[in-house]
């Protein structure tokens, strides 16, 4: 796939579509308020970007609205559940993509799609602006919110004022639902000074059970076609000192001979390596330049025996709940808020790559199997005032009134 053949993007029936997709467009109507859904099913080797944009009646022109959507990535249902050797390797392996839509106020609206190529490299994708080559996908969901209907909520007084600034959902990692690591709350991009609860769902695969399904999904990549790529790791980015050699070498590729020197440096840095959590990864709220840090609970959840739609014979995942309370004060007004991941087995993992090219896979691990970075970024928000707006989570979950809605927005004006 280039930019002249974009891969396929499918959109996932809707019940208040008009019809399917017509000359690359898909008509919705938001018929359940400012807050919508959309889903879409796309190959597990690209990632997708996608803006929101409203027509604005006085100006003739679409205007994009800043953090208006969010992407979150599951495996595709009943796809998994399967051995992975049994989906034919002709056919790439397929995720769910669920758009999550704020509309500020009644009126039309646009989605339109980038695609890029997933990195054979994630580790080296700390940032939360992280991505990959993006190149336009011909794709256009239109979304009709009537003013007739009651349920729609003038979130924002015009689209040029100030509160937009503020606007919307969190700024997402884009792999971070590749890493097994999903942002449960708070989903807006604006935090108020108060109290202020963060949730992190976490439901990676253990480092153990990994070992099968990296089996099979390579034995899958190698019967698709790939970029060229040998896989080495060069003295030039990690000297290894314990090569094994001789007879031990014989009759081994170059890869299982990278893998075993590997698992010799592995094994012989854990002895010299001290834990400072239980779980395999550590979850902080950073406020501002590492002014204050605030360490996330952990709590493990049930294991799941199927993980997720996984065979049991590949073994369980790992689900736990991450939450932590913050108590943000007029100190921290303005200040970005940072949720910061340390994983501890990700520069141990013996599937890393240190190229220090972004090479690209013909398929993507399944959700929670892909080594991440030792540090990265899940999510990022700001602290701006005490003064509820009404595109808050709190104040859009009370039922609608429209003279206090009235008060609010004539204190934004």
């Not at 953090?67 to 495996?75: I, K, N, P, S, T």
């Not at 969190?170 to 108060?194: A, C, E, Q, S, T």
């Not at 996984?310 to 200040?335: F, I, S, Y």
């Not at 970024?377 to 009370?398: N, Q, Y």
Request: some cysteine.
């Amino acid at each position: 796939w280039d930019a002249r053949r974009p891969p396929p993007v499918e959109v996932v029936g809707h019940p208040y579509a008009a019809g399917g997709v017509n000359r690359g467009r898909f008509i919705v109507e938001a018929c359940k308020g400012n807050e919508n859904l959309l889903a879409l099913t796309i190959p597990s080797c690209i990632v997708l970007k996608c803006t929101l944009s409203a027509f604005i009646t006085s100006q003739a022109k679409w205007e994009a609205i800043p953090r208006g959507a969010v992407l979150h990535y599951f495996e595709a249902p009943g796809q998994v559940s399967q051995s992975l050797s049994k989906i034919s390797s002709e056919e790439p392996r397929k995720l769910r993509v669920v758009i999550q839509l704020l509309l500020p106020f009644s009126g039309h609206f646009e989605l339109r799609f980038q695609w890029g190529y997933v990195f054979n490299n994630l580790q080296m994708c700390r940032s939360i602006r992280s991505e990959p080559t993006m190149m336009e996908h011909p794709l256009v969901i239109s979304v009709h919110a009537s003013p007739k209907n009651e349920l729609i909520r003038k979130l924002l007084p015009s689209i040029s004022h100030t509160s937009m600034g503020k606007y919307g959902f969190p700024i997402k990692h884009p792999f971070g639902d590749h890493f097994g690591v999903n942002l449960l709350g708070p989903l807006r991009y604006r935090l108020r000074i108060g109290f202020c609860r963060v949730s992190v769902f976490v439901h990676q695969l253990p480092q153990e059970a990994r070992h099968p399904l990296e089996e099979d999904m390579d034995s899958r990549r190698s019967q698709m076609t790939t970029p060229g790529f040998d896989g080495g790791v060069g003295k030039d980015s990690f000297e290894v000192d314990s090569e094994p050699e001789g007879e031990e070498t014989e009759g081994m590729s170059l890869e299982a001979v990278r893998l075993q020197s590997w698992e010799t440096v592995r094994r012989t840095i854990a002895e010299r390596t001290r834990r400072g959590a239980q779980g395999h990864l550590v979850i902080a709220a950073v406020i501002g330049n590492w002014r204050r840090v605030q360490v996330l609970q952990r709590q493990v959840l049930e294991e799941d025996p199927a993980g997720q739609g996984l065979p049991e014979e590949d073994g369980k995942r790992l689900a736990e709940v991450h939450e932590v309370v913050l108590r943000l004060t007029e100190n921290d007004n303005g200040l970005p808020v940072q949720l910061q991941v340390f994983q501890s087995e990700a520069e141990m993992s013996s599937s890393s790559n240190f190229s220090q090219e972004a090479e690209m896979e013909a398929e993507a691990d399944i959700m929670g199997m892909a080594s991440p970075p030792p540090r990265w970024v899940l999510a990022e928000f700001v602290v701006d005032g005490s003064v509820p707006l009404p595109f808050d989570e709190s104040e859009m979950s009370k039922p609608m009134q429209g003279k206090e809605d009235g008060q609010v927005l004539r204190k934004l004006l």
